[in-house]
């Protein structure tokens, strides 16, 4: 029977979890840019104009227009774009969904950095008689 000495489990605990608190800071410090973003995920809808006369009463609807999907009090809100705004809030929407995505892989991150130091804490405490 193999049995793994605690000092080797220990100094393997540490490398992965220095490895994982550099990969945690460099997540966070490239959230850290100051550039500004849009709450809201992007994408395009067709529309109907109201006018009986018009191709989109039967079936051929308007668009694309750019719109943002935004969840605001429990539900989901769609919000159109100016054609004006529609370049900066694409950038705009595409840095927070990064933001969103770096800020899941910290969590992921953390659990994992937590799933550690508990293993630490059972292979080094021990009962006083």
Do not use: W
């Not at 809808?45 to 191709?55: A, E, L, M, Q, S």
């Not at 950038?91 to 969103?100: G, L």
């Amino acid at each position: 029977m193999n049995k793994v000495n605690p000092k080797d489990k220990i100094s393997q605990a540490r490398q992965k979890l220095s490895v994982l608190n550099k990969e945690r800071a460099k997540s966070i410090f490239s959230l850290i840019h100051g550039k500004p973003m849009v709450l809201g995920l992007p994408h395009y809808v067709y529309r109907r104009c109201g006018n009986k006369n018009c191709k989109c009463a039967k079936g051929h609807k308007h668009g694309p227009y750019l719109a943002l999907s935004v969840n605001k009090d429990g539900g989901q809100k769609i919000v159109m774009v100016k054609k004006v705004d529609a370049l900066t809030v694409r950038e705009e929407s595409r840095r927070y969904k990064n933001y969103q995505e770096t800020l899941a892989k910290i969590r992921r991150i953390n659990k994992e950095i937590d799933e550690i130091l508990d293993e630490l804490k059972k292979i080094t405490t021990r009962n006083y008689p």
